[in-house]
Nanobody
Framework: VQLVESGGGLVQAGGSLRLTCAASGETVRTYARGWSRQVPGKEGEFVAASAWFGTTARYADSVKGRFTISKDNAKETMYLKMNSLKPEETAGYYC??????????????????WGQGTQVAVSS
């Protein structure tokens, strides 16, 4: 499965963005999917995960209540709505998919398929 992110950009602190992850190739409906972020020179950080079925989701503590992960299986697309963004959340944001037998994955090491990322910059 191939993944392509979009929707990144420059936003002021406190603002919002919605990232999109479009899948192609093999259907992504049976894959659990998620989002991570990474600042150059630092380790990647798990952000949010969605179970392959239903609407069950899990979030990093740092984004709970501000970020929302969702998906539209008919469009083979996943979203990350980010509200109240902070300057320290400036990073490359990556969507990922995995199908290792679990319903959901909340560590980046468990993901096997990655997009190229979309850059988010939050100004103070």
């Amino acid at each position: 499965v191939q993944l392509v992110e979009s929707g990144g950009g420059l936003v002021q602190a406190g603002g919002s963005l919605r990232l999109t992850c479009a899948a192609s190739g093999e259907t992504v409906r049976t894959y659990a999917r998620g989002w991570s972020r990474q600042v150059p020179g630092k380790e990647g950080e798990f952000v949010a995960a969605s179970a392959w079925f239903g609407t069950t989701a899990r979030y990093a503590d740092s984004v709970k209540g501000r970020f929302t992960i969702s998906k539209d299986n008919a469009k083979e697309t996943m979203y990350l709505k980010m509200n109240s963004l902070k300057p320290e959340e400036t990073a490359g944001y990556y969507c990922a998919a995995s199908r290792r037998g679990k319903d959901m994955y909340d560590t980046i090491e468990e993901y096997d398929n990655w997009g190229q990322g979309t850059q988010v910059a939050v100004s103070s």
